[in-house]
T-cell receptor, first 109, second 116 residues
């Protein structure tokens, strides 16, 4: 059984700031780790995934993974108002993804 | 490009009544189809993954009972019964499945169910 926990529950950040979101998981059997973003009233959409320990960068977004500490994180550089959304972390487990409860991010101009 | 269509997009469900949902796959490159539920607290939970026509599975969770059917290579159905709390059901598709799968899950637009 995989248990995924996210922190913080919510964040309010000024435009241009760096946003950092955290996720812990309980079962080291998971191999792939994902961040999804869900805008209000819309379906979740994948942002990025990571498999190996370390860091992966795509544009303004960076994922860190540390399997030994059962932790991964998402960092958003130069946050924009359009980044305001619910961010969901997930680990693949059995046939589906196990999701955290989400972090609600609000970026104000 | 739309990979999945879901209908209906929303439904008011009288307490005790079942509702049938449908998901249509538009791209055969992503044949692994799944259902996820998102409750009112935004917790997203995997329900089923069905690959082949004729596959069926049932599941009972707090607040609803589910029957999922893979009808054809392009159609997935879900019957929701005994629903006590509102939720949104998402259909997803993927190129592969399983614990070692790196493939992205693409979400459909969702069906929002409200209990009357």
């Amino acid at each position: 059984q995989q248990n995924v926990q996210q922190s913080p529950e919510s964040l309010i950040v000024p435009e241009g700031a760096r946003t950092s979101l955290n996720c812990t998981f309980s079962d080291s059997a998971s191999q792939y780790f994902w961040w999804y973003r869900q805008h209000s009233g819309k379906a979740p959409k994948a942002l990025m995934s990571i498999f190996s320990n370390g860091e992966k960068e795509e544009g303004r977004f960076t994922i860190h993974l540390n399997k030994a500490s059962l932790h991964f994180s998402l960092h958003i550089r130069d946050s924009q108002p359009s980044d305001s959304a619910l961010y969901l972390c997930a680990a693949n487990y059995a046939q589906g993804l196990t999701f955290g409860l989400g972090t609600r991010v609000s970026v104000f101009p | 490009v739309t990979l999945l269509e879901q209908n209906p997009r929303w439904r008011l469900v009288p307490r005790g009544q079942a509702v049938n949902l449908r998901c249509i796959l538009k791209n055969s490159q992503y044949p692994w189809m799944s259902w996820y539920q998102q409750d009112l607290q935004k917790q997203l939970q995997w329900l089923f993954t069905l690959r082949s026509p004729g596959d069926k599975e049932v599941k009972s969770l707090p607040g609803a009972d589910y029957l999922a059917t893979r009808v054809t290579d392009t159609e997935l159905r879900l019957q929701v019964a005994n629903m006590s709390q509102g939720r949104t059901l998402y259909c997803t598709c993927s190129a592969a499945s399983g614990q070692g799968s790196s493939y992205e899950q693409y979400f459909g637009p969702g069906t929002r169910l409200t209990v009357l």
